[in-house]
């Protein structure tokens, strides 16, 4: 499974920018799908995730209201739609896969990693 990460760039606080996820080759037959950001010399944290179906989401409390996740699975693409954007939400952005449709917040749970896009939001 291939995981291309995209939309990335800089904003204004205020803004907002959507990014997408991609995911390519032997994808499993139903999977989440995740939303992590790792801000520079931090931990990777959570953000959010989404079940196969869509009918199951889950927001870190930082981003809960401001972000909205969804997929479509026509285009086994899965977006992230960042609103009211913060200077602390400045960070590397990786999507994942979670194998067997499981929304989880650890990210040991998750199979497949992308390499990641960068936002940045200045003040």
């Known amino acids: 499974v291939q995981l291309q990460a995209s939309g990335g760039g800089s904003v204004q606080a205020g803004g907002s920018l959507r990014l997408s996820c991609a995911a390519s080759?032997?994808?499993?037959?139903?999977?989440?799908t995740g939303w992590f950001r790792q801000a520079h010399g931090k931990e990777r944290k959570f953000v959010a995730a989404?079940?196969?179906?869509?009918?199951?989401?889950d927001y870190a409390d930082s981003v809960k209201g401001r972000f909205t996740i969804s997929r479509d699975n026509a285009k086994n693409t899965v977006y992230l739609q960042m609103n009211s954007l913060k200077p602390e939400d400045t960070a590397v952005y990786y999507c994942?896969?979670?194998?067997?449709?499981?929304?989880?917040?650890?990210?040991?749970?998750?199979?497949?990693w992308g390499q990641g896009t960068l936002v940045t939001v200045s003040s």
């Open positions: 989404i079940s196969w179906g869509g009918s199951m989401t």
């Open positions: 994942a896969v979670e194998k067997d449709g499981m929304v989880y917040r650890r990210i040991a749970e998750y199979d497949y």
């Open positions: 080759g032997r994808t499993p037959s139903a999977y989440a």
